[in-house]
């Protein structure tokens, strides 16, 4: 007997970055205040966590910097 696993991945804008991949399960039934809230308990702790305004600040930095 085969066991297939339908998987997908979902790339959305989020006031958080984290490193990639970035790979958890996710209850699509959740209301959008508790599924926000339970992505950032969930990403809080892994590699590279920082606001998203942080990290694009940071990598404007250093892709001007790659131009001189």
Same mark, same amino acid.
């Given at each position: 007997?085969? *066991?297939?696993?339908? +998987?997908?991945?979902?790339?959305?804008? $989020?006031?958080?970055?984290?490193? #990639?991949?970035?790979? %958890?399960?996710?209850? *699509?039934?959740?209301? +959008?205040?508790?599924?926000?809230?339970? $992505?950032?308990?969930?990403?809080? #702790?892994?590699?590279? %966590?920082?606001?998203?305004?942080?990290?694009?600040?940071?990598?404007?930095?250093?892709?001007?910097?790659?131009?001189?």
């Amino acid at each position: 007997m085969a *066991f297939i696993h339908d +998987n997908f991945e979902i790339f959305t804008d $989020t006031p958080w970055h984290v490193d #990639q991949p970035c790979k %958890f399960d996710v209850d *699509f039934t959740l209301p +959008n205040e508790k599924l926000m809230a339970f $992505t950032h308990q969930k990403i809080q #702790q892994m590699s590279g %966590f920082t606001l998203a305004t942080q990290w694009q600040a940071s990598h404007n930095v250093l892709l001007q910097s790659t131009k001189n």
